[in-house]
């Protein structure tokens, strides 16, 4: 089996020959680029033919790379310019403008990575009217066949997985508003916001029905929960409707439902697996978070596949060579047999770690992942 037959096997709880392996390395990869400090001899490589080399599946990620649609804006006007590190959005619409600003920290910047949102484009209850023209006259077009052409670039050797984008009320929350104004506003304007609200819902079922449509085959539908900021109530009310119905349109098509889950989630573990998620990726365990491998397979059974376990601290001086390879023999350990697992990054490789380790990481999934993993 190749590293794409793989990893869809295992989302679907299929046999294997051997435990999957997908792992995304942009972050690492475009900051030593960019620095001119990529490993001997992958001075002038790319990122895919570095992992095709050490034998890691490619992870083609849709938020960073091509997707199946594209977002485009109608009778509003976009105005961006950039000043160093600093990006300023402004979006023109007969309501007013939103303005938006963005900060690369110094220490991300080579590396191409998300900037910091420090000023958010709605600021107070008289932008509702121009926040809601410019969701509403923001169209949904189709992207297949350039889509297409990146999943037979991967080929094999890979998934690509496309990014359907943020729920409606997470885009408010990381885009718009920030955390703190989603709740004034929750409280003080709840029918303005549930407007917003159901206007980003109609946008993301227009690129549901994509999804379903698209030659993707599995999808990526919401990313980077955290128990404080979305705690189980409001993961109830906001979200788990609409992953119930992704997961019917998705399943009709034969489609895996997938989510990004590289944060604080313990409390929402049990959340995730009652909506009809298929397949949490990214997932970052201890140390890193308190989510803990065991009782998060033995909660999920054969509901949800388990798409990460490789904290990356531990790819860093942080841990010596002696307390890196524990975490490994322990983590194999945890998953036996295996199923429903497949190995990853939670969720990147970070600019400083030991490319030593990665290469030792992907020595030990070889010499230890053949399916199935000794139990005990």
Known sequence: M??????????????????????????????????G???????????????????????????????????EHHRVDVHKETHGQETITTYVTPYGSLVAHDVMAEELFEAAGTGARTE?????????????????????????????QFINAI????????????????????????????????????????ALVQALQAQQDQILSLAAASPAQAIE?????????????????????????????????????????????????TNVMECGIQVVEAITPKPMTSIDVVSTRRLWKDRVAMWGGLSTVILTDTFSDRQFEAFLETLFRDIAPGDRFILGFGDNVPTDASFERVKRIARFWDENGAYPLPVG
């Open 37 to 71: 400090t990529l490993p001997h001899p992958y001075q002038n490589a790319s990122l895919w033919d570095i992992q095709r080399d050490l034998g890691i599946g490619i992870f083609g990620f849709g938020a960073w790379d091509i997707s199946f649609y594209r977002l």
């Open 221 to 269: 539908v919401g990313a980077n929960y955290d128990e404080q900021m979305t705690p189980p109530p409001i993961f109830e009310r906001f979200f788990a409707p609409f992953y119930r119905k992704a997961r019917l349109i998705l399943s009709a098509a034969d489609k895996i439902l997938v989510i990004h889950g590289d944060g604080e989630m313990r409390r929402l573990l």
């Open 155 to 194: 080929g094999g050797d890979g998934l690509a997985l496309p990014f359907s984008g943020h729920l409606p009320a997470h885009q408010l929350m990381i885009f718009f508003m920030g955390y703190q104004r989603f709740y004034y506003e929750l409280s003080d304007h709840p029918a303005r916001l549930e």
């Open 2 to 35: 190749n590293h794409r037959e793989r990893a869809l096997a295992a989302m679907r709880g299929e046999p294997l020959d051997h435990i999957p392996f997908i792992a995304r390395m942009d972050l690492w990869y475009s900051f030593h680029k960019n620095q």
């Open 120 to 148: 958010y484009p709605f600021k107070s209850d008289k932008d509702y009217d121009a926040l809601q023209f410019l969701i509403e006259n923001t169209q949904v077009v189709e992207n297949f066949e350039a889509y297409a």
